[in-house]
């Protein structure tokens, strides 16, 4: 996300007019203020949205493996042991056998439960849970028939949202590239930042800082500072004070840090344009800003909208054959690999 351009009028250097290592303290300490915290079968949600799924049921299917995601720690929907034309005929007698990657499934057990109709229920579902289940139905059509059988298989999928950050780059015009000044300049830099977003259980990062001379259109060389970092969420659970409000939400929160972030870099150009002395050797240069979002998976999971068109943007357990081993949204090929949520090969 680029700030306004109203040209570059800036960039030239103001010779004569090195700034100290108070005045870029100084400089930055401007802009500073305290951060305000207030400053298959799947249904998608907005972010942070949690539907408790007691109403929400799945059927089966005779011809392939129905596909379900279920959000990790939560509770799971009704997954029926019945096709869509049995759940709405007449069964005399049914009887219901579930079996989950640890066997039988036993009723009464006290994060899964099979109804007294057989619907299978997961109170909180864990990693380990994602798997291959199976049931069996038999059943009476009429009271004079014999019974009938059914086997249905279900893929059911634990699944995370995927713990997205925001990716910044800014250029800055710089002291000469081996001056003690920028990285001064450097550490405030973030240090600014990082007190920006505290109040919102965010933390920023430097991913990158190079200083480069750039040859500009008849105005010779000038050095520049290249600036990368990220602002990603903390977990709440970890901070010393949890926020279990709705706007603590790590999405809410993410947006709430970018604004405050893009605000703090246009003040440096709002207060720039007020001064009426030369421009300080190192200052922000308009327009440079810029903001990616990137996706990341924990490890064991990742995105896969052709595997999970159903669940397009969730970071899905790896399904046998494949694994994460680090926070990529990819789960990578590998034959060795016999379990769900891998995390190595092998």
């Not at 039988?104 to 109170?123: A, D, E, H, R, Y």
């Not at 500072?225 to 993410?254: A, G, M, N, W, Y």
Request: with cysteine; hydrophobic share 35%; aromatic share 10%.
């Amino acid at each position: 996300m680029e700030a306004s351009t109203p040209g570059r009028t800036r960039r030239g250097r103001a010779a004569g007019f090195p700034l100290s290592r108070p005045a870029v303290v100084l400089l930055l300490s401007v802009f500073v203020g305290p951060a305000s915290p207030s400053a298959g079968y799947f249904i998608r949600l907005p972010r942070g949205f949690r539907l408790t799924q007691d109403s929400l049921k799945i059927v089966g299917s005779s011809d392939y493996p129905v596909k379900v995601y279920v959000l990790l720690h939560q509770k799971s929907p009704h997954v029926l042991c019945v096709t869509q034309r049995l759940r709405n005929s007449e069964l005399i007698d049914p009887s219901f056998q579930w079996y989950g990657p640890k066997g039988k499934i036993i009723t009464g057990n006290n994060t899964t439960q099979v109804t007294s109709t057989g619907s299978l229920v997961f109170q909180n579902f864990e990693e380990s849970m994602t798997g291959v289940y199976t049931c069996f139905l038999e059943y009476k059509p009429t009271v004079d028939e014999s019974a009938a059988n059914l086997q249905l298989k279900y893929v059911i999928y634990g699944y995370r949202e995927p713990r997205f950050y925001y990716q910044f780059t800014a250029r800055y015009h710089a002291a000469p590239c081996n001056s003690i000044y920028n990285i001064s300049f450097e550490k405030k830099l973030l240090q600014i930042l990082r007190k920006l977003v505290l109040g919102l259980s965010c933390e920023v990062s430097l991913l990158k800082s190079e200083c480069h001379h750039i040859k500009m259109q008849k105005a010779g060389l000038q050095n520049e500072l290249f600036f990368t970092f990220s602002v990603s969420s903390l977990d709440t659970e970890k901070v010393p004070k949890p926020c279990i409000d709705h706007s603590c939400e790590p999405s809410r929160r993410l947006l709430k840090a970018k604004n405050l972030i893009e605000r703090f870099f246009n003040q440096q150009v709002e207060v720039l344009g007020r001064r009426v002395e030369p421009l300080p050797e190192i200052y922000y240069i308009e327009g440079t800003l810029q903001m990616v979002w990137i996706n990341r998976c924990f490890p064991g999971y990742g995105i896969n909208t052709l595997k999970h068109p159903k669940c397009p943007e969730c970071c899905v357990a790896c399904s046998p054959g494949s694994y994460n081993p680090r926070d990529g949204t990819q789960c990578l090929r590998c034959n060795s690999s016999l379990t769900y949520g891998a995390k190595t090969c092998g």
